[in-house]
């Protein structure tokens, strides 16, 4: 069996952070988590982890120019951004800095599983956990937990 995937959450609101952890470590994903974006920088430079899933609207660095050193320092990584903020120039910013998902919130655990899925190359569970299942955003009602 191979290594766990790694994800670093960077979430400044403890209890969403908490309950993402709990959703990403239901899907047997190793998960680090951050509060700030100097943490979060600080957590790809020790360890680069597969996948980032970041809050846009941390206390310290935010927005693009944070997606930005994200990428420069962790060029391999899936990079999601969690914004409770809408706009087509703040997703595109975002997309050009190098984000390759861009979720508003509130974010379901399934909505997180279906952005981090094909970014990891991992298939979708298919009946009786059989690959091929469902597209992303749908579901069986399979007691997925949500955030």
């Given at each position: ?6 994800i ?29 974006g ?91 956990g ?11 009602g ?6």
């Amino acid at each position: 069996m191979g290594e766990a995937v790694s994800i670093l959450l960077v979430e400044d609101d403890r209890g969403l952070r908490d309950a993402y952890r709990l959703v990403l470590g239901a899907l047997g994903l190793e998960v680090e988590g951050a509060a700030t974006g100097e943490e979060a920088l600080a957590g790809v430079t020790a360890r680069a982890p597969d996948a980032i899933v970041v809050d846009l609207g941390l206390p310290d660095l935010g927005g693009p120019a944070l997606i930005r050193r994200l990428r420069g320092a962790a060029p391999d990584a899936a990079l999601v951004v969690l914004t409770g903020q809408e706009g087509d120039e703040l997703r595109r910013g975002c997309r050009e800095a190098g984000a390759d998902a861009f979720l508003v919130k509130p974010v379901t655990g399934r909505e997180l599983r279906s952005a981090l899925d094909p970014l990891l190359g991992r298939p979708r569970p298919g009946p009786r956990g059989e690959a091929g299942g469902e597209g992303p955003g749908e579901g069986r009602g399979d007691g997925e937990p949500d955030a």
